[in-house]
Structures are given as C-alpha cells and as structure tokens.
C-alpha cells in the first residue's frame, strides 16, 4: 500500500501563486503516473494534471499555462506550481498515484485552496 501525503494549500488572493507537494511512501512510485486532481462542492472530482513515469504531462484545458506539474522521481515527490490563481480553482486538491497494469489507484487525502476575490 502506497500512501500519499500532500502540503502546500492555503488561502491566497486572486493572481496569487501557490505551490502543492505531494510525497509517496514507496519508492515503485516512479513507475508510476502521479498527478493532481481537485473537486469543488457540489462538482465532479476532475483531473488538474499528470505526470508518467516517462514524465509525459497533461493538463485541463482550464489550467494551461497557469499550472505546471513536476516529479522527482528519485524523492517519490509530485509538486503542482499554480500562478495567477483564479476563484475558480478554489476546490479540495488530491494528490494520485496510478498504475493501470499493476492495479494501483492511491490517493492523498486532500488539501484545500481557496482563491478570494
């Protein structure tokens, strides 16, 4: 069992920037995907941003150019810098660990961010 632990969230202001920090108790993490996922009240858990094992990244649309994700590897550790924080990003962050053919899913158990206007 592979447990995550993330850090980092916090109140910020609108065009703030926060950063978020995930940290997985096993090493095999690095075969891994890794990526953040965040869910608003009343909303759908959705997918912020991954990063592979081969660090191949993919972000949400709504993130693009704000947001950028960062593995190392050899730390087990996946950061979520986030810029230009808009009141729509606020929502509970969850750190994730996925692995298709080993039958892993893990997840953190969250960390707010709230962006006041």
């Known amino acids: 069992q592979v447990q995550l632990v993330e850090s980092g969230g916090g109140l910020v202001q609108a065009g703030g920037s926060l950063r978020l920090s995930c940290v997985a108790s096993?090493?095999?993490?690095?075969?891994?995907?890794m990526g953040w996922y965040r869910q608003a009240p009343g909303k759908q858990r959705e997918l912020v941003a991954s990063?592979?094992?081969?660090?191949?990244?993919n972000y949400a649309d709504s993130v693009k150019g704000r947001f950028t994700i960062s593995r190392e590897y050899a730390k087990d550790t996946v950061d979520l810098q986030m810029t230009t924080l808009k009141p729509e990003d606020t929502a509970v962050y969850y750190c994730?660990?996925?692995?298709?053919?080993?039958?892993?899913?893990?997840w953190g158990q969250g960390t707010q961010v709230t962006v006041s206007s």
């Open positions: 096993d090493h095999s993490a690095s075969i891994a995907t």
């Open positions: 994730n660990l996925r692995h298709v053919g080993m039958n892993w899913n893990y």
């Open positions: 990063a592979t094992s081969g660090n191949a990244k």
